[in-house]
């Protein structure tokens, strides 16, 4: 009687060890993997993301660059200036080669002129200098709200499969034959979120560090213009 009873209790336990040993199979599938079930979609989706990728390293490398100021660059120019040594002052924005160098360049090329004249011809080089910062952004916009998109008409396209797939199994329908349209509208899904999220975290920080950039920007301006408008003693 007891070994009547033992018998299907194993045959439950070598059941439930084969079903565990399955999942376990369908759980190891990498990244890499899961990405292939995705379809075509999932290359437009890598492409912008090693786009925004690129654009957040590259601008970031060129925002470092033009926040590193000498802080005796002011100083120097209002001396030159007052001293009446204008090429040496222009000599030196050429060699600190950033934005607010520049910009004092321009304002130096200037003297002489109106006041307004001055800060017209300055606040026209900001905007130049501004521009170059801000390049690339425009893309990590256009990818943090067009790559969930992308990934939705995944969501769309996998689901017209499956169902496609359910009509030509008629009644014969197995998981199996839904697995492929169901797998490209996860992870369509998915990876679209992943790479809007990341273009739209990068675009912000970016977007944070150049208004940093030019609040220093507007402040050399004022400074500058303070320097032409001192009293002369």
């Known amino acids: 009687m007891n070994l009547l009873q033992i018998a299907p209790v194993q045959d439950t336990l070598q059941q439930m060890q084969q079903i565990t ?7 190891t599938m990498n990244a890499l993997d899961l990405a292939f079930k995705g379809g075509w979609l999932m290359i437009v989706l890598l492409v912008l993301l090693l786009l925004s990728v690129y654009v957040l390293i ?19 120019i209002k001396d030159y200036i007052l001293d009446g040594k204008i090429e040496t ?4 924005c ?7 160098a520049r910009m004092v360049e321009k304002g130096i090329s200037r003297l002489g002129r109106p006041t307004a004249d001055v800060m017209s011809a300055i606040e026209n080089q900001g905007n130049i200098e501004i ?14 709200s067009g790559a969930p998109m992308i990934g939705f ?15 030509s199994a008629g009644a014969n329908v197995d998981v199996n034959i839904l697995s492929t349209g169901i797998y490209e509208a996860l ?3 998915v990876g679209g979120l992943i790479v809007g999220i990341i273009a739209l ?11 940093g950039i030019v609040n220093k920007l507007e402040m050399r301006i004022m400074e500058f213009m303070d320097i032409l408008n001192e009293p002369v003693a």
């Open 21 to 27: 040993t399955a999942v376990e199979t369908q759980t």
């Open 58 to 76: 590259e601008r970031t490398l060129v925002i470092n660059k033009a926040g590193k100021e000498d802080s005796s660059f002011m100083n120097r």
């Open 89 to 92: 002052a222009m000599t030196l």
């Open 94 to 100: 050429r060699n600190t080669n950033t934005p607010s």
């Open 131 to 144: 521009s170059k910062l801000e390049k690339g952004l425009p893309l990590l916009a256009t990818t943090a």
């Open 153 to 167: 008409l995944g969501t769309v396209t996998g689901m017209v499969k499956a169902f496609m797939s359910m009509a």
């Open 187 to 189: 992870v369509t899904t």
């Open 201 to 211: 975290f990068a675009y912000n920080y970016l977007t944070t560090r150049i208004k």
